[in-house]
Antibody, heavy 119, light 110 residues
Framework: QLQLQESGSGLVKPSQTLSLTCAVS??????????WSWIRQPPGKGLEWIGR???????SYNPSLKSRVTISVDRSKNQFSLKLSSVTAADTAVYYC???????????WGQGTLVTVSS | QSALTQPPSASGSPGQSVTISCTGT?????????VSWYQQHPGKAPKLMIY???KRPSGVPDRFSGSKSGNTASLTVSGLQAEDEAEYYC??????????FGGGTKVTVL
């Protein structure tokens, strides 16, 4: 059974860079046809797609976040990462990682990790 | 890209059916058969319930069904059960490997 686990700093100061990693276990990280995504959910609000990366490293980002987001992959460690720069309180959210199937469905999700932006 | 439009709430009695709409544009919902639906209970990660408009992943009860007409997709939950009370989100492929979510619908079992 494929499992995803987010890790990273739970508290980030305004204007700094948020960094998270998603470790993938129980399956092939480099399966053709699948990519890997980050999604976030501010407290009490809905889901927002952040971006995705293929196992080859090709990326796509939400246009509203594109200038601040970088998603990268480390195939040797079966993990992928998120960096979000110049954070503000509006970036406070639970951040999820997920596997993306062909056409964009998110079939496996991590448990989520809360990141708070505060001084 | 703008968020897809869902009603904020829906409700039904046990055993009844409830249908949730998800309205987008010809650039997302209407342009691709790549609509998916997710169920989220409080404090939990979302769970995939429907993908590619109407397909159910293994383990999802056949009480859950999906459809699409034009720029609007729908999720129907038949034979409502107490455990179906949750937030439901739609999502669609929006071209150029982008995804977009709906704002979510809170389903209450009366």
């Amino acid at each position: 059974q494929l499992q995803l686990q987010e890790s990273g700093s739970g508290l980030v100061k305004p204007s700094q860079t948020l960094s998270l990693t998603c470790a993938v276990s129980g399956g092939s990280f480099s399966s053709g046809g699948y990519s890997w995504s980050w999604i976030r959910q501010p407290p009490g609000k809905g889901l927002e797609w952040i971006g995705r990366i293929s196992h080859t490293g090709s990326t796509s980002y939400n246009p509203s976040l594109k200038s601040r987001v970088t998603i990268s992959v480390d195939r040797s460690k079966n993990q992928f990462s998120l960096k979000l720069s110049s954070v503000t309180a509006a970036d406070t959210a639970v951040y999820y990682c997920a596997r993306v199937g062909p056409g964009g469905y998110l079939s496996y999700w991590g448990q989520g990790t809360l990141v708070t932006v505060s001084s | 890209q703008s968020a897809l439009t869902q009603p904020p709430s829906a409700s039904g009695s046990p055993g009844q059916s409830v249908t949730i709409s998800c309205t987008g544009t010809s650039s997302d919902v209407g342009g691709y058969n790549y609509v998916s639906w997710y169920q989220q209970h409080p404090g939990k990660a979302p769970k995939l319930m429907i993908y590619e408009v109407s397909k159910r992943p293994s383990g999802v009860p056949d009480r859950f069904s999906g459809s699409k007409s034009g720029n609007t997709a729908s999720l129907t939950v038949s034979g409502l059960q107490a455990e179906d009370e949750a937030e439901y989100y739609c999502s669609s492929y929006a071209g150029s490997n982008n995804l977009v979510f709906g704002g979510g619908t809170k389903v209450t079992v009366l």
